[in-house]
Every structure is written in structure tokens, then in C-alpha cells.
């Protein structure tokens, strides 16, 4: 499953302990989680029906912030975010923005790359955590 820009990996757990893994993951590299919302419980409230699907928004300054010094628009795109989500078969996915194409979207240059990289093992190393059967 691709979107342009979207990474998306298959979970091996329920969405409930895919984001609570993800979050204790996040929380254990000292990073910052800022939010968790609860799409589902959102639209429940508006008495409509949602299959579960959470979003995770996270991350520190020590990693968004070169990128901003380079083009401040990223800072739309940033603290990072990921969404657990479960599809109409009942599978559990994780997806996340691809930080290469948030520098491309945003035009970074070269300057950028170390932290791009830094950024893009981090959440593949995160995703992985949270999907990945023991």
C-alpha cells in the first residue's frame, strides 16, 4: 500500500497495542509526545462510525529544528506523526510521512540530508517496534 510520500507497514498487533507500543517507543528514545487523538472516539462523538484509527504526533527539537533552519515551511509538517489504523479486513497498519519527500515538498537542500537521514531510520526504527512480532 503506497500513497506518494506515505510509508505504510502491516502491524502484527491489534491497533490499540500497535499505538500503545509505538508510544512507549517513542517515549523511550526521549522524544516528546505532544498528542494522541482518537480519530474513532472523535467520530463517534458526532454519531458517526469509524474503524479504529489514532494518531500519534511526536518528536524534539534537536531533530525538527535544522530542518526549519533550513526551510521553515517544514515546521507545517512537523512534530512528526504516525497513524495506526485498521482496515475493513480487520488488519492493523502503520503509516507515516517519508521524511525524504517532506524535504523534497519542501525544497531542502543538501544541508538537510544528515538529519533527513537521522529522521528517516528513527521512524522506521519506531514503526518497526510497534509492528514487529517479538
Not at 48 to 60: M, Q, Y
Not at 78 to 91: I, M, S
Not at 100 to 116: C, F, N, Y
Amino acid at each position: 500500500m503506497a500513497a506518494d510520500g506515505l510509508t505504510t507497514i502491516k502491524s502484527s498487533y491489534g491497533p490499540t497495542e500497535t499505538m500503545n507500543r509505538l508510544e512507549a517507543a517513542v517515549k523511550a528514545r526521549g522524544l516528546t509526545v505532544f498528542a494522541r487523538i482518537d480519530h474513532t472516539a472523535g467520530a463517534a462523538a458526532a454519531g458517526l462510525a469509524l474503524r479504529p484509527t489514532e494518531l500519534l504526533i511526536f518528536g524534539n527539537a534537536t531533530g525538527g529544528t535544522p530542518l526549519m533552519q533550513s526551510v521553515q515551511t517544514i515546521g507545517i509538517d512537523l512534530p512528526l506523526k504516525a497513524l495506526v489504523w485498521q482496515d475493513a479486513a480487520g488488519d492493523t497498519w502503520l503509516s507515516y510521512n517519508d521524511p525524504s519527500w517532506l524535504a523534497k515538498r519542501h525544497g531542502l537542500g543538501p544541508e538537510a540530508d544528515a538529519a533527513v537521514r537521522a529522521l528517516t531510520g528513527a521512524l522506521a526504527s519506531l514503526a518497526k517496534a510497534a509492528t514487529a512480532s517479538q
